[in-house]
């Protein structure tokens, strides 16, 4: 069992920043791929991007390409989003997720999901 604890969410203007981190219990992290999904009110839950077990391959969506960027620590059991040049759209809930087969995370269905954090950009 995989425990995930978002944190960093808040609120911030339009061209700010956020870092959001997600801590994962358990000794086995660094075989997990690791993710970013958002959902916002009346909407679908997306992927915002993805990491390997080993933060050598990532992938970012369309949608932040340029300013959000993934990374992981696994001394750490850390997951990180630095968001960059915040717009109002990018208002949120911000899920973490993990999977042990990384086709699991790029077809929204994770092994595992954190709580969320909230995210919200004001104009």
């Known amino acids: 069992q995989v425990q995930l604890v978002e944190s960093g969410g808040g609120l911030v203007q339009a061209g700010g920043s956020l870092r959001l981190s997600c801590v994962a219990s358990?000794?086995?992290?660094?075989?997990?791929?690791m993710g970013w999904f958002r959902q916002a009110p009346g909407k679908e839950r997306d992927v915002v991007a993805r990491i390997n077990e080993s933060g050598g391959v990532t992938f970012v969506a369309d949608s932040v390409k340029g300013r959000f960027t993934i990374s992981r620590d696994n001394a750490k059991n850390t997951v990180y989003l630095q968001m960059n040049s915040l717009k109002p759209e990018d208002t949120a809930v911000y899920y973490c997720?993990?999977?042990?087969?990384?086709?699991?995370?790029?077809?929204?269905?994770?092994?595992?999901w954190g709580q969320g954090t909230q995210v919200t950009v004001s104009s």
């Open positions: 358990g000794r086995t992290f660094s075989r997990y791929a």
């Open positions: 997720a993990a999977a042990l087969i990384g086709q699991r995370l790029r077809v929204g269905t994770p092994d595992y």
